[in-house]
């Protein structure tokens, strides 16, 4: 992991500033994000804790369409350092340095009484070492930074190549910081993990994982679970992806975790849905890394579906009934028994006299209904009659 730096000076991006943060970036510390206003500081503080630290120039424009001439006053460090004590006094502690080559600026009286706090470090050699050491110190001595480089591995999502939101980090943040509170009893945060797997759910379809017309959480991800699917889905993550679902989709029937969550029954609850989704995020980033093929990926996504088309069926017949003329309405579903006792296909649930006879296969829906029974929220619909299409 690399501390993340905000950068604000009218200059960071001319060769001699960017010798300065290729030295920075050989002691691990990332000042890539720069900006010359404070207008653009502020706009990237909308999310601290994207960041691990500040670095201020004395001097820079305060609006991004500002002039040379406007930089003669303090204008620019005044709006962010106002930000920055804002965030502190909101419990968001920035570590926030003053690099400077401005000695006529920072060896003024009006300079030490406002901004004095701020440690300040010239810009010269001795000065920029300097800088570097102090960033790191007290980078490290920060609890979110603490847990950032425990759990190294699943903050180095937290970037756009990975196409999630910006405020990931500080979601992360609040999970990781739950546990290492030990304080495991606030649920809310179940719905916010079932909001980030939606979020994840979205990014799946972007790169073909998902076909399109699949609207319930729980179609996407009984789909993304399918045996077929492991050839880009470990087993692991998927399992992850089910376990976190089910303990966090609204009104499903674990819906206990909410009343166990809070009273402490479950105490190691919490933490076993903080590491699954850390599985889930984590593989998706190596996933991602490994730039995979789209073509490659839709072939496998939509192989049923494809077969399911050039098959015509008249008849079915289930233990000796029939019914009439039908065709197949979805992908097909793999019948399986869940932990409860129910027999589903995908989203549908299934009598036990039909689901024992065709556990393990595959099938088609043929005649649907809904379900009024109250697992509804994890099994909308009930399948009066399937197709056996495949084992």
Not at 28 to 39: D, F, L, P, R, V
Not at 216 to 240: G, H, N, R
Not at 338 to 350: I, K, Q, T, V
Request: hydrophobic share 35%; glycine share 6%; proline share 4%.
């Amino acid at each position: 992991m690399s501390y993340k730096v905000l950068w604000v000076d009218d200059e960071y991006d001319t060769p001699a500033l960017q010798e300065v943060a290729d030295l920075a970036y050989d002691r691990g510390i990332n000042m890539e994000t720069g900006c010359k206003s404070a207008e653009e500081a502020l706009a990237h503080l909308e999310h601290p804790n994207d960041f691990d630290a500040v670095i201020l120039d004395a001097r820079f424009f305060k609006s991004k369409n500002d002039t040379i001439e406007s930089l003669g006053r303090m204008k620019g460090l005044r709006e962010v350092t106002k930000r920055i004590e804002q965030l502190k006094s909101g419990g968001c502690y920035l570590p926030t340095f003053i690099y400077s080559g401005q000695p006529e600026i920072y060896k003024t009286e009006d300079y030490s009484d406002n901004y004095g706090e701020y440690p300040l470090f010239p810009k010269d050699d001795e000065g920029t070492y300097k800088l570097f050491d102090a960033i790191i110190k007290t980078v490290n001595e920060r609890v979110e930074t603490q847990i950032k480089l425990k759990y190294a591995p699943l903050f180095d999502v937290c970037v756009p190549r990975y196409m999630f939101n910006s405020n990931l980090t500080e979601r992360l943040l609040n999970y990781a910081g739950q546990l290492e509170h030990n304080d495991t009893k606030k649920v809310e945060y179940l719905n916010d993990m079932r909001k980030l797997i939606e979020e994840f759910f979205g990014k799946c379809e972007d790169v073909r994982l998902l076909p399109s017309g699949l609207t319930s959480w729980t179609d996407k991800s009984k789909f993304l679970c399918e045996i077929k699917m492991q050839k880009f889905i470990p087993a692991y993550v998927q399992e992850s992806i089910r376990f976190i679902l089910r303990c966090t989709q609204e009104g499903s029937h674990y819906s206990v975790a909410d009343s166990d969550m809070r009273n402490g029954v479950s105490p190691f609850l919490f933490r076993s849905l903080f590491f699954s989704l850390s599985n889930v995020l984590v593989w998706w980033k190596q996933f991602i890394d490994s730039n995979p093929d789209k073509e490659e990926i839709s072939k496998v996504v939509m192989e049923d579906g494809q077969n399911q088309q050039e098959v015509k069926y008249s008849k079915v017949e289930l233990k000796g009934e029939k019914v009439k003329e039908f065709q197949p309405q979805s992908n097909s579903y793999l019948v399986e028994k869940d932990d409860e006792g129910y027999y589903h296909c995908g989203p549908y649930l299934m009598s036990q006299k039909h689901g024992s006879i065709v556990v393990g296969k595959k099938v088609v829906i043929v005649e649907e209904e809904d379900n009024t029974n109250s697992n509804s929220q994890i099994y909308p619909k009930f399948a009066k009659q399937v197709k056996v299409v495949g084992k």
